[in-house]
């Protein structure tokens, strides 16, 4: 008797297994709400003194520019990948602001290289798809009747 009841136990922790793993296929990578808006052609990546890029990601048109604003605390900036990386800014850099154009499509990484961990990504894209802040909630469900304890 206990050994049946334990293989059916098994065979029902595989199958929630299984739909588990298969859940994860149908991930579309825009959500139902998600808005395309036009790049900007200019964006503004601040060096921080909390030795931080900010914001750590931005999008700009091919051909668009980056201003990297330095503060008072010295940074550099080392591009790491991309299809057409501009020129790094490689010296310690502070109170000034540094242009670099982005021509190709695509998505740059890139870092400073006195501050391990301070990085960021710039995408090169003609647009770009906005998250919505609030998903649409779940309409409230009704218990099914007689489901009393
Ligand atoms: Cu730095």
Redesign the pocket.
């Known amino acids: 008797m206990h050994r049946i009841r334990f293989t059916l136990i098994t065979a029902l922790l595989t199958a929630a297994l299984a739909a588990c793993g298969s859940s994860g296929s149908d991930a579309s990578p825009t959500g139902p709400s998600g808005q395309l808006v036009p790049s900007p052609r200019t964006v503004f990546v601040r060096?921080t003194d909390q030795?931080t890029f900010a914001p750590a990601t931005v999008t700009v048109v091919p051909g668009g520019t980056v201003v990297f604003e330095f503060g008072g605390?010295?940074?550099?900036v080392i591009f790491d990948s991309g299809p057409n990386p501009p020129d790094d800014i490689p010296n310690i850099t502070v109170n000034t602001s540094i242009t670099r154009t982005l021509t190709a499509t695509g998505t740059y990484t890139y870092h400073?290289?006195?501050?391990p961990g301070?990085a960021g990504t710039i995408v090169v894209a003609d647009s770009t798809t906005t998250s919505s802040a609030t998903p649409p909630a779940a309409p409230p469900q009704a218990p099914p009747p007689g489901s009393y304890p």
């Open positions: 060096a030795m605390l010295g940074h550099t400073c290289r006195i501050h301070m």
